[in-house]
């Protein structure tokens, strides 16, 4: 059975005797682009089922250089990762994908191998949604002005996080990505990168807000200051802006309720997406970071 939500999000339920395999994949491709996330329930795939399946969309998976969270790779396959800070249990909220970089993937892979007892849900939002619903004045104040994203980083972190020993490759990395790097006596290594709060939807449609505000601003409220975001001058985003994007977010979130074996597949050009708390130890969803085979 294909099951259509009206303006965002397609789920498929397993009917008996049909398998992934078996779907219509022009169909679903069709579903990711026009619908920004696709969820197939009940399938019971394992992890190799996952990464074939995955595999038949995209061209290649990423292994997560620059990223700004700790994941674990699963298997040896550094395609194949925990998500960030997969047994700390805190609530992620709404992003973008590594918006805080130039190079980005298209489509975000994720696979329940077994769900949390209550809670820990991924949960998705409409970058399209979340632009209109914003106040004209906080459009606008994105439209006048873009975000930087500060990402500081001692020795002995940064190696883990660009995953090299070398300060040149570092340097190679910021320079692909069109970041300001500059490295401090004590070897430390801090990136400024540019980037709007919004996009254009790859159909030149739409307006898509989708960046990573509202953790970053979460982890600098709770003291950490390896990671921030500022708008163009310098200044700080106004509390009532956060506030505000903090709202929207809450009115138009949509929760996937994990079972084992379940699948989600969520373009990263238009849906934003996070997790809710959970409180026990069982919960393991992995993650893939795709480049799509086919035109968005």
Known sequence: ?????????????????????????????????????????????????????????????????GGAYSRETIGGDK?????TGHKLRFAVPMHGEMYYSLYRPSVLWFYCAAPALSGGETTVSDGIRFWKTLSPTTRELFRTQRLKYIRTYPDGTWQGIYQTDSLEEVTAIAAANRMAVHFGEN????????????????????????????????QERAGSSASLVRLEDGSA???AVISELQAVAEQITIALPWKSGDIAMINNSRAMHGRRTFADNQRDIYVRLGDAAFPL
């Open 1 to 65: 059975m294909q099951t259509t939500t009206e303006k965002f999000g397609t789920t498929y339920e397993a009917a008996p005797g049909i398998g992934l395999f078996d779907l219509d994949f022009e169909w679903l491709i069709d579903a990711f682009r026009t619908t920004g996330y696709v969820y197939f329930s009940g399938f019971g795939a394992d992890t190799e089922t996952f990464k074939r399946f995955s595999k038949e969309f995209c061209t290649e998976f990423r292994p997560y250089v």
């Open 187 to 218: 070897r430390s290594v801090t990136t400024e990168f540019l980037a709007s709060a919004f996009v254009g939807s790859p159909d030149g449609r739409h307006e898509v807000f989708i960046n990573n505000i509202l953790p970053v601003v979460g």
């Open 79 to 83: 395609t194949l990762m925990s998500v």
């Open 237 to 239: 985003i106004p509390e």
